[in-house]
């Protein structure tokens, strides 16, 4: 059941009531005058801001799985020429 706020119109008094939404618009007795009260605004519902600041997750991503005997030996790692020059200096 929601909680409804309320001030009391001659003595100033601010109270809550849990009632439910059928019985939102009936009108509340102030506890301490027993004068009636208005229904004020939730200071939650009248933010105008809701973000919530959480910090980033990483995108899912599936596990990876390891390749296949078949694949990894149908290409075998290439191997640098013996007698390049890559290894040589001037």
Do not use: H, N, W
Request: charged share 25%.
């Amino acid at each position: 059941m929601p909680i409804y706020e309320y001030r009391c119109t001659s003595c100033g008094t601010d109270f809550e009531l849990t009632r439910s939404i059928s019985q939102s618009g009936d009108p509340a007795a102030c506890p301490s005058c027993r004068k009636p009260a208005e229904k004020l605004v939730s200071s939650f519902a009248s933010k105008a801001d809701y973000t919530i600041k959480v910090p980033a997750k990483e995108p899912f991503r599936a596990p990876a799985t390891k390749a296949s005997p078949t694949r990894s030996a149908a290409k075998p790692a290439a191997k640098p020429a013996a007698g390049g020059r890559a290894g040589k200096k001037k």
